[in-house]
């Protein structure tokens, strides 16, 4: 969009150019310097990217699957160290391909990455998928980072001076403590706490959020954004309750903090009427 | 060949009952929807307001069918165990796995292999690409110069080793356009204010790309006792990473990807939709499939950077 005598963008002939653009599919396409690119993000994302100077590459993914050994979601007390283990060690698998096939294709990043983590009895399944970018022409080698944050939101960590710097997780799978014979009977016909459920939740809610936080501050961020948690007994072990979450690091690269100052605007938009069945029903 | 089918001119693909051989590529009712002078459309109001802002008209409603016999045991496929312990699978993906203890028993697995399932692959391509071309067929037969918002459906019909694919979308012209080089219609799975933003921001699209990856997982002992927890009186104490299931998934990703960058001739994959199926077949085994689709587009000029958005906070 080209600016008008006025300074204000020129209105774009949006007719003539579709019909511009259609004409340009008889002759091959304008090189780029990314041939081949292949995206995940919405129009309005990669256009927010180009916006801040990112340039999309690559769809890129990475996937680890971890056993978990026979026998740990039955009954006991406390954490289920392994669980836990195979979780960390999954999902750092993933996020390790994911970064090593952003910087095969030449990224500084991956925005926009989808999280699918499956927990099974014998196994934990994370999927790692999403867009690797770079600042426009820049050939910078490094480890990217990875961030699960969309387009839009990284366009905005951009503009106020923060970067990612990876995804950090922490997951807690606890047992749910029995309660004795004589516990269960006194409880049978009140209305009471089930503090045995309470600790677990509490316990496996603060293992993840504590592991979570240690990997922050290993990247050196200074904080987590967008966290994602899971939660609950698990659907195959009704006894064993776990926690996960998951977001991205962020650290202010800049001096301070920019506000971006958002505007506040009205819309004046009349509100969609739509037709209430339920209204033929005289209710 | 059946009499309920006949035979499109010069071609080989059979057509469904009530088709015309030669007068056309269309069934004769969707011939007679398509020239009964009003346009049909599958966009919602908001999408069919915005293609008419950019001089693009809405003409007909266009889809094509086809349902495809999917052949898991047929020729060709290695499924029986031992068969090929160790092929080679010329220009496809391959990779083995060797027992680390030597003989146990005779129902230890001492080898593993993950193999691309091409001939699944070949048939979900014909499968999408026979109802991609019926629904060019009809748009052409409209006199389209695109379509837009295409939407595709892939389901299996009951358990009968059918599936049916069907794809959707609106065949459109562009006013005082130019028709499309070759005749065939440009594709987008976009339609809208989304697509408006596609052509400001310098490009144009092509046509839809899709593919399927198929990667047999024959499990070898190691990973029957990963994923399955232990075997035969055997059972894991620490967590160890499954290498040949994640192989396979890693695998099925790069193939799609592949199979799609051959179809993007340099242009750009937009607005790609990448999904992992996984079915577990015991022990161990399993298939991962990975479906990949998006839009070929292409830059037709330079597109100059937008200046940072402003942003706004709504008050309603």
């Known amino acids: 969009m080209t600016p008008g005598p006025s300074g204000e963008p020129a209105p774009v002939d949006l007719r003539a150019e579709v019909r511009r653009a259609t004409a340009a599919l008889a002759r091959p396409g304008t090189p780029g310097r990314v041939a081949g690119a292949t995206s995940d993000l919405s129009v309005d994302e990669a256009l927010l990217l180009h916006a801040v100077g990112w340039e ?20 006991g007390q406390g954490e289920i160290t392994a669980a836990s283990a195979a979780h960390r060690a999954a999902f750092q698998g993933a996020a390790a391909r994911l970064a090593a096939e952003a910087a095969r294709a030449g990224g500084q990043g991956v925005v926009g990455v989808r999280v699918g983590v499956e927990v099974r009895p014998h196994s934990i399944h994370v999927e790692l998928v999403g867009t690797a970018a770079r600042p426009a022409g820049s050939s910078r080698a490094g480890r990217p980072f990875v961030s699960d944050l969309s387009g839009r939101d990284f366009a905005l960590l951009v503009q106020a001076g923060w970067m990612p710097l990876g995804l950090a997780f922490g997951a807690g799978f606890v047992y749910a403590p029995r309660r004795s014979a004589a516990t269960a009977l006194t409880q049978k016909a009140r209305n009471v706490e089930l503090t045995n459920l309470t600790d677990a939740m509490y ?81 | ?148 918002g295409v939407a595709d459906t892939t389901r299996h019909l009951g358990d009968l080793g059918v599936t049916e694919f069907h794809i959707t979308g609106t065949a459109v012209v562009v006013r005082d356009g130019d028709p499309p080089p070759g005749g065939a219609p440009w594709t987008t799975y976009l339609a809208g204010q989304r697509l408006a933003k596609l052509f400001e921001a310098g490009f144009v699209p092509v046509s839809v790309a899709a593919a399927l990856s198929s990667v047999r ?42 199979h799609v960058r051959s179809q993007l001739g340099g242009d750009l994959l937009h607005g790609a939709r990448m999904g992992v199926q996984q079915r577990n077949l015991g022990e161990g085994d399993e298939v991962v499939e990975c479906r990949l689709v998006g839009t070929r587009v292409r830059r037709f000029r330079d597109g100059a950077r937008l200046a940072p958005p402003l942003p706004t906070v709504r008050l309603s």
């Open chain 2, 1 to 148: 060949m059946p009499d309920s089918e006949v035979t499109r001119g010069g071609g080989d693909r059979p057509l469904p009952a009530g088709a015309e051989p030669d007068g056309g590529a269309v069934p004769e009712a969707a011939d007679r929807r398509l020239h009964s002078g009003s346009f049909s459309s599958g966009l919602s109001v908001p999408d069919f307001a915005a293609c008419l802002q950019m001089g693009i008209e809405p003409v007909a409603l266009v889809q094509g069918f086809c349902v495809m016999r999917w052949a898991w045991y047929g020729a060709g496929s290695p499924y029986l165990r031992g068969v090929t312990p160790y092929s080679t699978g010329a220009g496809t993906y391959v990779s083995n796995y060797r027992c680390p203890h030597g003989f146990v028993s005779t129902d230890h697995r001492t080898w593993g292999q993950n193999y691309e399932q091409t001939w699944v692959e070949e048939a979900w391509s014909e499968g999408f690409g026979s109802a991609y071309q019926r629904m060019l067929d009809e748009a052409t037969e409209a006199g389209a110069h695109g379509i837009v």
């Open chain 1, 203 to 283: 316990s496996a809610r603060e293992s993840a959020m504590a592991r979570m936080q240690e990997a922050a501050l290993d990247m050196g961020g200074h904080g987590v954004v967008a966290v994602t948690v899971t939660e609950g007994p698990m659907g195959f072990a009704r006894h064993a309750v776990g926690f996960s979450a998951w977001g991205t690091v962020v650290r202010l690269e800049a001096p301070s903090h920019r506000s971006l100052a958002p505007q506040v605007v009205v819309p004046l938009d009349d509100p969609v009427v739509t037709f209430e069945a339920q209204a033929l029903r005289g209710s």
């Open chain 2, 217 to 258: 997982v024959w499990a070898y002992c190691m990973t029957e006792y990963l994923m399955e927890g232990g075997a035969l009186g055997w059972k894991a104490s620490t967590v160890q990473e499954a290498a040949q299931v994640v192989d396979a998934h890693m695998a099925s990703y790069q193939i799609a990807r592949e």
């Open chain 1, 56 to 75: 999309v590459l690559d769809l890129v993914c990475g996937v680890s699957v971890y056993s978990v050994p026979l026998g740990v979601w039955s009954w």
